[in-house]
Protein backbone atom coordinates (compact mmCIF):
# COMPACT_ATOMS: atom_id res chain seq x y z
CA UNK A 1 0.00 0.00 0.00
CA UNK A 2 1.61 3.32 -1.21
CA UNK A 3 1.44 6.30 0.63
CA UNK A 4 -0.80 9.55 -0.71
CA UNK A 5 0.60 12.55 -1.83
CA UNK A 6 1.20 15.42 1.46
CA UNK A 7 -1.14 17.96 -0.90
CA UNK A 8 -4.16 15.02 -0.64
CA UNK A 9 -3.35 14.33 3.14
CA UNK A 10 -3.37 18.17 3.57
CA UNK A 11 -6.88 18.49 1.60
CA UNK A 12 -8.67 15.75 3.65
CA UNK A 13 -6.88 16.92 6.90
CA UNK A 14 -8.09 20.37 5.92
CA UNK A 15 -11.78 19.52 6.42
CA UNK A 16 -11.35 17.89 9.95
CA UNK A 17 -11.30 18.69 13.50
CA UNK A 18 -10.22 17.10 16.65
CA UNK A 19 -10.34 12.96 16.74
CA UNK A 20 -10.63 12.91 13.45
CA UNK A 21 -7.62 14.25 12.91
CA UNK A 22 -6.04 11.58 14.79
CA UNK A 23 -7.87 8.92 12.72
CA UNK A 24 -6.85 10.49 10.02
CA UNK A 25 -3.03 10.33 11.56
CA UNK A 26 -3.67 6.38 12.50
CA UNK A 27 -4.88 5.38 9.16
CA UNK A 28 -1.74 7.27 7.19
CA UNK A 29 0.56 5.16 9.87
CA UNK A 30 -1.15 2.38 8.76
CA UNK A 31 -0.07 2.74 5.21
CA UNK A 32 3.76 2.43 6.15
CA UNK A 33 5.68 0.09 4.22
CA UNK A 34 6.29 -2.82 7.22
CA UNK A 35 9.36 -2.67 8.77
CA UNK A 36 11.21 -5.34 9.78
CA UNK A 37 12.12 -6.49 13.55
CA UNK A 38 15.44 -6.58 12.90
CA UNK A 39 15.67 -3.17 11.64
CA UNK A 40 14.63 -1.83 15.01
CA UNK A 41 17.17 -1.26 16.50
CA UNK A 42 19.49 1.33 18.85
CA UNK A 43 20.94 2.17 15.74
CA UNK A 44 17.79 3.35 13.37
CA UNK A 45 16.02 4.57 16.25
CA UNK A 46 15.66 8.34 16.40
CA UNK A 47 16.62 10.16 19.73
CA UNK A 48 14.54 12.52 20.89
CA UNK A 49 11.00 10.65 20.74
CA UNK A 50 8.92 10.27 23.14
CA UNK A 51 7.31 7.24 21.75
CA UNK A 52 9.98 4.77 19.90
CA UNK A 53 10.41 5.71 16.68
CA UNK A 54 13.24 3.66 14.15
CA UNK A 55 13.78 5.07 10.55
CA UNK A 56 15.75 3.11 8.32
CA UNK A 57 17.35 4.64 4.89
CA UNK A 58 18.00 2.89 1.67
CA UNK A 59 18.58 3.98 -1.63
CA UNK A 60 18.03 3.00 -5.22
CA UNK A 61 20.53 2.55 -8.09
CA UNK A 62 19.72 6.07 -9.34
CA UNK A 63 20.31 7.71 -5.68
CA UNK A 64 16.35 7.77 -4.68
CA UNK A 65 15.97 7.34 -1.15
CA UNK A 66 13.28 4.86 0.71
CA UNK A 67 12.77 4.89 4.29
CA UNK A 68 11.35 2.02 6.27
CA UNK A 69 9.94 3.64 9.36
CA UNK A 70 8.02 2.43 12.40
CA UNK A 71 6.93 3.28 15.55
CA UNK A 72 5.09 1.82 18.76
CA UNK A 73 2.41 4.61 19.23
CA UNK A 74 0.11 4.73 16.50
CA UNK A 75 -0.47 8.51 16.12
CA UNK A 76 3.32 8.91 16.14
CA UNK A 77 3.25 6.82 13.59
CA UNK A 78 0.92 8.40 11.74
CA UNK A 79 3.34 11.65 12.33
CA UNK A 80 6.33 9.61 11.15
CA UNK A 81 3.89 8.67 7.80
CA UNK A 82 3.07 12.57 7.24
CA UNK A 83 7.19 13.51 7.00
CA UNK A 84 8.05 10.53 5.09
CA UNK A 85 5.45 11.66 2.60
CA UNK A 86 7.89 14.57 1.77
CA UNK A 87 10.61 12.51 1.07
CA UNK A 88 9.76 8.64 -0.09
CA UNK A 89 11.01 7.91 -3.58
CA UNK A 90 12.49 10.77 -4.73
CA UNK A 91 16.31 11.70 -5.24
CA UNK A 92 18.57 12.42 -2.33
CA UNK A 93 19.61 15.74 -4.27
CA UNK A 94 15.93 16.53 -4.27
CA UNK A 95 15.65 15.47 -0.85
CA UNK A 96 18.52 17.12 0.53
CA UNK A 97 17.25 20.72 -1.33
CA UNK A 98 13.88 19.85 0.54
CA UNK A 99 12.89 22.29 3.45
CA UNK A 100 10.39 19.51 4.77
CA UNK A 101 9.10 21.51 8.13
CA UNK A 102 8.22 23.93 5.47
CA UNK A 103 5.96 21.08 3.55
CA UNK A 104 4.88 19.75 7.01
CA UNK A 105 3.93 23.59 8.45
CA UNK A 106 0.07 23.87 6.96
CA UNK A 107 -0.72 20.93 9.05
CA UNK A 108 0.04 22.99 12.30
CA UNK A 109 1.21 19.43 13.80
CA UNK A 110 2.54 22.21 17.17
CA UNK A 111 -1.36 23.17 17.22
CA UNK A 112 -2.93 20.21 17.20
CA UNK A 113 -0.81 17.50 18.75
CA UNK A 114 0.94 17.69 22.49
CA UNK A 115 5.00 18.99 22.52
CA UNK A 116 5.47 14.91 23.30
CA UNK A 117 4.26 13.52 20.45
CA UNK A 118 5.88 16.24 18.07
CA UNK A 119 9.30 16.49 20.00
CA UNK A 120 11.19 14.32 17.88
CA UNK A 121 9.93 15.06 14.01
CA UNK A 122 13.29 18.12 13.88
CA UNK A 123 15.32 14.88 15.14
CA UNK A 124 13.58 12.52 12.51
CA UNK A 125 14.01 15.59 9.73
CA UNK A 126 17.68 16.46 10.37
CA UNK A 127 18.13 12.46 9.72
CA UNK A 128 16.88 12.01 6.57
CA UNK A 129 18.71 15.84 5.75
CA UNK A 130 21.83 13.88 6.30
CA UNK A 131 21.00 10.87 4.93
CA UNK A 132 20.04 12.57 1.60
CA UNK A 133 23.40 14.53 1.48
CA UNK A 134 25.48 11.80 2.47
CA UNK A 135 24.01 9.97 -0.84
CA UNK A 136 23.86 13.24 -3.12
CA UNK A 137 27.45 13.46 -2.81
Known sequence: ?????????????????????????????????????????????????????????TSTADHRLHFLADSNAAITKGIVALVLTAVQDRPAAEVAGTDIAARLAPFELSRQLSANRTQG?????????????????
Open 1 to 57: MSLPTLSDIFDEYEMLEGEDRYRLLIDLGRKLEPMPDALKTDATKVPGCAASVWVYP
Open 121 to 137: VPNMIELIRKTAQRLAA
